[in-house]
């Protein structure tokens, strides 16, 4: 493929692709960078979406262009091939080569430890979020794919042109309330798409005539405003002969309705019983919770099953001691109670669902707390093959999928936005978990193209419709990967083993605290788990550098690399500490300190004063503390270029520097701090150093200077990013307490010192420090949460895991 121009022809920047697609001429396009780079990613996504997701092997380049589109649209072209790199290293679990970027290229991936997700395409975005998904077919045999949102909306696609980005929906339904159900029910010509909103009124919709069939209003005797039953308990239900029927589930019974009349049919299926108060708190109470399941036995009949709660009371207020999922089975056509059965979770039921098992029997799905899913023989009822376990968190959705060859899968959606595909009768994953967009995933389907692709559809609290192919990849797990809160680098140490070659330090949103070597990205020890805390790197005399490792919790430990143990507890005779009144010190920095030998001291973080402590020795140095002021916030260490160190300390009244070998204040900034500000020292090589004071919508760049005598300290600049953007995204750190921005210095490849910054939106950005401008900004593509520069590397702490750029 022939090289394009720095500005190409706007025909080939907007058009190549489609030429590419019809040509099959992926790889070709994925070999020559400095053309793909020049090209509308919007333009290649579109076309790898329409002719080759889910149906051929896509080069990893392209494949990272149509998930990253619009991060790569969002970016100059030199920026790029940065982006792909790092889109598909959550693909592929591994960075391109290092040394492989082009010249004009800002950053290049020296190495990641990413945690592998399989992220979806992104058919459509609105603001109001999706709560409904259903496909379903029309005579022809095409697919429609219906998607139901809270602003009372339902838009449906063809499924042949949900993958054009360009095509429109074929029909949009406008509703006066939110659309939270989405079922189809047989009519006389076909299908008939139901839509169920927060009232009683059911709304009806020919798909065929593309005509509003009409609504009804169920239990039409009801009094006005009454609620006789909950908005999500809603099922549509085949009854022999072709009929469909609504399901709806009230907290004790379920009753069956003709959608197209409004009027209940056979008899009320009777659950748990009402009881009086005291009946609740001395027998324990039973309520159905709203997921419903139909299911057809081997021998023909039909069962409707419910999921519901037991629950033990213990106090006259209702309030509750024990909770159990539980399952409630009865045969539609008579109305009888077959069984109910305990399934083993604590807690409500969140997901219940039927899968088709390969011997063509129906099994119930269910799931409850603990992100394990259970699958139940209907016809026993008994449990069938083992428990599923891998969700990150709670499950809260579960659906299935047919895939290729014949073979259905079973989809869970998890509390931490991961959607999964399971094989239902080993338990195995299928494919790599889908890791949603933006937000959580409210809703799950399954759309099949005419060409044979299948794909998982999960519509998001962001207002996304979102598409996987679930077998795109296999299932690779990196067990070191995952959200980084803190790292610290260690220097070199000649004659040891492990440290004598630069190494990095993280500490994970578990407390689990791993050793990297900083070139490569390869772990260097076990993990060290009950690790909270961040930890600070204490140079010993004649010795190895230490891991002071401490969060208040428990007293200050000294872990060594090297033997992989600890060496040396700091103890306390404090009977309120022990007792966990108070918080334990913690080592915040260290610093220099000279008595006719050089040793390094730590500096001891005790409430609002800060001492110096002998990690050698385990004694106290110096004879009196630092004074933080009222309401601390933060504290550390600052080298100067003249080799002097400092200690500053921030609270609510200012900021204060002392020298640390006298104790002498040094400077005293009053100024009036908010209690979520965060001071951070800034430093370069040679350079003199910077505190970044940041609030909720500013960062600036103080220079502490003492040889200032008249202001003490002034602002240098200041950055337009805090610690709290904006519009606040959905998708939280994962990180606990308040989300820090992280910073640090570093230089760039012509050699100029800036400042760089990253935060919740995934955004590393890079500021001049002297005029506050913005230098360069990259999006990484998840939530960072800390950044450190160390030989020549830029390392970045994210919720997904580490990446090590090189400038």
Known sequence: ????????????????????????????????????DHLDPRAVAAEALRLGYGRTGLPDPVTATLVARDLLASVAPEDRETVRALTTARFVGAAPAAGTRRGDATWSVRWTRLRRDL???????????????????????????????????????????????????????????????????AGPGGEILLAAGTGRTVHLWDPVARSTVGASVLDPGAAPGERTFRAPA?????????????????????????????????????????????QAI?????????????????????????????????????????????????????????????????????????????????????????????LFDPEGPTQVGEWLHGNGADVVGASTVRLRHNRTALVTVGGDRTVRAWDPTTGTPVGAP???????????????????????????????????DPESAGHIEDPLAGPVDQLVSMPVRPGAIRQSRPLLASV??????????????????????????????????????????????????????????????????????????????????????????????????????????????????????????????????LSLPDGRTVLFGSSEEGIRLWDPTTGARILDWRRKLDHRTT?????????????????????????????????????RARLAVGSQPAAEPSDLSLSSGRHRLAVTGCLTREGRPVVATGGRDGVLRLWEPRTGGLVHALPVGAPINALLTMDGLLVIGTRDGLIALES
């Open 1 to 36: 493929m022939a090289a394009a121009t720095e500005t190409p022809n706007p025909y080939i920047a907007h058009h190549l692709a489609g030429h590419v697609a019809e040509a099959g001429a992926w790889q070709e396009l994925a070999d020559a960078p400095h053309v793909l």
């Open 119 to 185: 992220l979806p395409a992104i058919l459509t975005d609105r603001a109001s979020p999706v709560e409904a998904l259903r496909a379903f077919s029309l005579p022809d045999g095409r697919q429609l794919l219906a998607v139901g949102t809270h602003d009372g909306r339902v838009r449906l696609w063809d499924s042949e042109s949900v993958l054009d980005a360009a095509m429109p929906p074929v029909e949009e339904l406008a509703y006066d309330r939110p659309v939270h159900t989405l079922e189809t029910v």
């Open 234 to 278: 809603w099922k549509a239900v085949s009854q022999p002969g072709g009929r469909s029927l609504i399901a709806v589930c009230d907290t004790h019974n379920v009753r069956l309705w003709d959608p197209f009349t409004g009027e209940p049919v056979g008899p009320e299926l009777i659950g748990p019983e009402s009881l009086t108060v005291a």
């Open 282 to 374: 001395t027998d324990g109470a039973e309520s159905l919770d709203g997921v419903l399941a139909p299911v057809t036995l081997p021998d023909g009949r039909a069962l409707l099953v419910a999921g519901g709660t037991s629950r033990v009371l213990d106090s006259i207020d209702g309030s509750t001691d024990f909770m159990y999922g539980r399952l409630w089975a009865w045969d539609i056509a008579t109305g009888e109670l077959v069984w109910k059965l305990l399934t083993g979770y604590s807690g409500t039921l969140t997901a219940l669902t039927t899968v088709q098992l390969r011997d063509g029997r129906q099994a119930l799905a269910t799931a409850g707390g603990g992100g394990v899913v259970r």
């Open 434 to 468: 889908m890791s949603a967009h933006n937000s959580g995933v409210r809703a799950l389907t399954s759309l099949h193209i005419a060409d044979g692709r299948a794909f998982v559809a999960g519509g998001g609290e962001d207002g996304t419709v979102q598409l996987w």
């Open 508 to 637: 994970d949103s578990d407390n689990t605290l791993q050793l990297w070597e900083a070139s490569s990205g390869l772990p260097m020890a076990q993990p060290l788990e009950d690790s909270a805390g961040r930890p600070v790197a204490v140079p010993m005399p004649d010795g190895p550098t230490l891991l002071a490792l401490g969060d208040g919790k428990r007293p200050i430990r000294l872990w060594d690399p090297e033997s992989h143990r600890v060496v040396r507890t700091m103890r306390s005779r404090n009977p309120f500490r022990r007792m966990h009144l108070i918080a334990y010190p913690t080592v915040v920095a260290t610093v220099p300190w000279r008595d006719g030998r050089r040793r390094t001291a730590a500096v001891v973080r005790d409430g609002s004063s800060l001492w110096l402590w002998d990690p050698a020795s385990g004694r106290s140095l110096g004879t009196s503390g630092f004074g933080m002021g009222a309401h601390p916030l933060d504290a550390g260490a």
């Open 679 to 715: 001071v951070t020292p800034v430093t370069w090589p040679g350079a003199h150093p910077l505190l970044a004071v940041t609030g909720d919508e500013i960062t600036c760049l103080v220079d502490p200077s003492p040889e200032d005598t008249t202001l003490k300290s002034r602002v």
